[in-house]
């Protein structure tokens, strides 16, 4: 027929259950079993169906069945309960942050993308499950925090594998109507929209509010009427396109993003840019501080002040970088506005990089981002250390140490992952408030109070759920691609919940090596199939659309599960999402991870994992490799670099095909009693990974070491009209106009040997070129193999500095000598990026 027109007849509450709308429109219930119950009661075929959803299930929702539950004793039970403890949650007072930072100061927390739950696929991969994360945990330690992002109406893209395994893309239109999220209002219970000038032509966003329990989070949205039809598509798809559309997008995500802030006159005192696509909010927020009459550089030091970036990547394709001509094509406009030249402003993003043979600069976002922040972290202590090598190149003359990118180990939020069958389980031996108290090393202690017995059976209750998800998702999967009935069939026989099974799932970026398993099949085959001791794992990931070879590596592990020896024992999902990963991280007995040592900056899957006491398997990268003890699980490979990759691959699958073999498959089906028992790498794997690895430090963890910090010196920088900003910038200005022409030398009265304890002088002259010796910083650096020390010289008179220098251990020293510019007020000693060696 020809459609006219569409209307939604909204179905009515009962009195009764009234507040289900009002919960389905706060993401508390995502981490809330009881409060999903709610909703699938309703109806299970249309939860499933709407990707658990409970706006769609509500507005989808027979009147009848409503009226049926609202006279359901046993549901109202339950409804009342759930009622009850979200009402607790969101009026409670005594918070961590009121107990622990009554002085904490608003945060703007600026990400690209956003994993909250499947229902809302504004997400690819483990930088928007990070960044959802961290929302949650804000909100249950009850931080002021306030998240900034993009709502992406084709989301990512819904993989589907063909009948020969090959990855293809989908993409849906969200209805807006149907999920969790609502207009941005003003104070005049206005629509919010705020308009960017991109290029030649004003770009206009509305602003959605989300509410993750306590804290809210804005979305931007360029599909309105006001725009263009191209306009309308830069919030279609995360990651989609090409250079030209993410360099649009990254404007709209900075500028746009602090535009909503400022038009719900939302507060902020700290600034949170989770990965370099947030880095242009930087231009908006020095704007703002140009308009009342600020120069640039003192605008640069006052808002930079307050900035935290976060780096997550140490792969080079994950640091975006454009040329100063698309740049100029889309921000042109932008150096005038600051009052500054386009020079001065490309400058702080410069990255010299070869590109069609030869070297070209690029405005690296990755490099901006440190220049307008006064912090930065890496996302685990390995990623802190290569983030300091990698972008050593910014601080000529700095050993790697001494790069000021420090690091806070990512965490994932433990009731999102934790299946509600393990969180009954751990509440019979943990205290009552164990949930708000999920970073407390010592009280995860009581885990060993857990018998073998419980824990088995949980997790076979987990992993029977997971067995029938995965028999599921393949019959689904051969039915559209039009499979035999006895292939279709055969999905009924798909893994054992008997056997020792292995979860792999993360985004198949090839560095992340998901075929490793798979280099010596003959052997991987003896495994799979030893009838006494059988091994079977399941597989799931994406590969970015114009990843060909990530793409390869799905279809090769697609062919192996349907050959003969492999069928049934080696199965890969379509479609990997939060979903998925619940069951999978709640199913397996072991997760694996093997990525290429040390290209993992952090990983958070076998967190994951970990809390529903499957032991981690893995390379020690990222986390694992400050998360493994000896008793929670295994490594893979040895802790060291090649110069060799297949070298490295050789090695690690190697050890992998060992480790299983000699240790792994043994503790599993053997008998063993005591340390000696699978109960017990079980327990030590959520005793030792809950705590240590629960978002909740995390965000613990930035409060402490970064947003209480820089609150205070933002405040102290921009105060009285930034007069310390100004001071700041002006010192700079003039200490790098003079810098070229100071000069410095340096004596030492090194023996050709010495006892340990004896002294050496070391005495540089300076010609400071004006700089005020106060303004000096010379020091000595002595290295001793790897380990190096600084010791300050003291300024003596006529431009002298001198100190002696005890040789306390025994080796072979080098010694040398470099002065710097310092002042009281610099975030760091690098902060002016100038050192010179006499």
């Known amino acids: 027929m020809n459609v006219i027109g569409k209307v939604t007849v909204l179905p009515q509450l009962p009195e009764a259950i009234a507040r289900l709308s009002e919960l389905a429109y706060n993401l508390y219930w995502t981490w809330t079993p009881h409060a999903q119950d709610l909703y699938s009661t309703l109806d299970a075929a249309n939860w499933e169906r709407f990707q658990h959803n409970p706006v769609r299930t509500l507005l989808e929702a027979d009147q009848a069945r409503l009226n049926e539950v609202a006279a359901d004793p046993e549901y109202l039970a339950k409804y009342k309960q759930v009622m009850a403890d979200f009402d607790a949650y969101m009026n409670k007072k005594d918070t961590w942050a009121a107990k622990n930072a009554p002085e904490m100061k608003p945060v703007a927390y600026f990400s690209m993308e956003y994993a909250y739950h499947e229902s809302l696929p504004i997400y690819s991969g483990g930088l928007g499950v990070l960044a959802g994360d961290h929302c949650k945990s804000a909100s249950d330690l009850g931080i002021p925090f306030t998240a900034v992002g993009m709502l992406f109406h084709q989301g990512y893209f819904r993989q589907l594998f063909d009948k020969d395994g090959w990855q293809n893309e989908a993409y849906d239109d969200l209805d807006l109507t149907t999920l969790p999220i609502k207009p941005a209002l003003n104070a005049a219970g206005e629509e919010v929209k705020v308009k960017v000038r991109i290029g030649s032509r004003d770009v206009v966003s509305r602003v959605w509010t989300l509410q993750v329990g306590r804290i809210r989070v804005l979305l931007l949205d360029t599909n309105v009427p006001e725009n263009s039809e191209e306009d309308r598509k830069l919030t279609a798809r995360l990651y989609g396109g090409n250079q030209e559309l993410r360099v649009q997008q990254y404007i709209l995500l900075g500028v746009a993003g602090i535009r909503a802030l400022r038009a719900l006159n939302v507060p902020a005192t700290v600034y949170h840019m989770n990965e370099g696509h947030a880095a242009l909010m930087a231009l908006e927020r020095i704007r703002e501080v140009v308009e009342t009459g600020v120069d640039f550089r003192t605008a640069l030091e006052t808002t930079a002040s307050s900035t935290l970036f976060t780096t997550h990547t140490p792969v080079a394709a994950g640091n975006d970088a454009f040329t100063y001509e698309l740049m100029d094509k889309y921000m042109g406009n932008w150096p005038a506005m600051l009052s500054t030249s386009r020079d001065e402003l490309y400058g702080l993003a410069r990255h010299d990089q070869f590109w069609d043979n030869h070297w070209v600069p690029s405005f690296s976002m990755t490099v901006f981002a440190l220049h307008v922040s006064r912090a930065a972290n890496g996302v685990s202590e390995l990623h802190g250390e290569v983030s300091r090598e990698m972008w050593n190149f910014l601080y000529e003359g700095a050993a790697p140490e001494e790069v000021a990118i420090g690091h806070i180990t990512n965490g994932a939020h433990n009731l999102t992952f934790t299946s509600q069958a393990m969180r009954d389980l751990l509440s019979t031996v943990l205290p009552t408030d164990w949930i708000e108290r999920l970073e407390d090393e010592e009280m995860w202690k009581a885990v060993e109070q857990l018998s073998e017995a419980q824990l088995g059976d949980v997790q076979r209750e987990m992993k029977r759920e997971m067995v029938q998800f995965v028999r599921g998702r393949q019959r689904e999967q051969m039915l559209r691609n039009g499979a035999s009935a006895a292939d279709v069939a055969f999905t009924d026989t798909l893994l054992s919940e008997d056997v020792l099974t292995i979860g792999f799932a993360r985004r198949f970026a090839t560095y992340k090596r998901a075929t490793l398993l798979f280099r010596d099949k003959a052997r991987l085959s003896r495994i799979v199939n030893d009838p006494e001791r059988p091994v079977q794992f399941v597989f799931a990931g994406k590969a970015h659309p114009a990843d060909n070879p990530g793409k390869a590596f799905i279809q090769e592990i697609y062919k192996v599960s349907q050959e ?119 327990r030590r794997s959520i005793q030792t990974v809950s705590p240590r690895f629960s978002m909740q430090r995390q965000v613990i963890d930035y409060t402490r070491q970064y947003y209480i910090p820089l609150a205070v010196r933002g405040e102290s920088v921009a105060a009285a009209n930034s007069v310390k900003a100004r001071q700041i910038a002006e010192w700079k200005t003039w200490v790098r106009q003079q810098w070229p022409h100071t000069q410095i030398s340096a004596q030492a009265n090194l023996p050709t040997t010495a ?13 400071p070129a004006g700089i005020k010796p106060e303004d000096l910083k010379v020091e000595a650096i002595l290295k001793r193999g790897e380990h190096q020390t600084v010791v300050p010289l003291q300024y003596q008179d006529g431009n002298v500095f001198s100190a002696q220098i005890p040789l306390n251990d025994s080796g072979l020293y080098s010694v040398g000598v470099r002065m710097l510019p310092h002042i009281d007020g610099l975030s760091n000693d690098l902060e002016a990026g100038l050192i010179k060696w006499a």
């Open 564 to 682: 003969p020896e492999f069928r049934g024992k080696i199965v890969i999902l379509e479609n990997y999402d939060m979903n998925v990963a619940r069951h999978l991280v709640q199913g397996v007995d072991i997760w694996l991870n093997n990525p290429r040592r040390p290209l993992e900056a952090s990983g958070t899957s076998g967190m994951k994992a970990s809390f529903n006491g499957s032991p981690n398997f893995s390379v020690l990268d990222g986390w694992w490799r400050e998360g493994y003890d000896d008793t929670n699980g295994w490594p893979i490979g040895e802790e060291r670099e090649y110069a060799d990759l297949n070298v490295q691959d050789d090695a690690d699958s190697f050890s992998l095909y060992s480790t299983l073999e000699g240790q792994i498959v043994p503790r599993y089906y053997g008998k063993g009693t005591g340390d000696a028992s699978w109960a017990h790498t079980v």
């Open 755 to 767: 006892k340990p304890g004896e002294t050496v002088t070391v005495t540089a002259n300076v010609n």
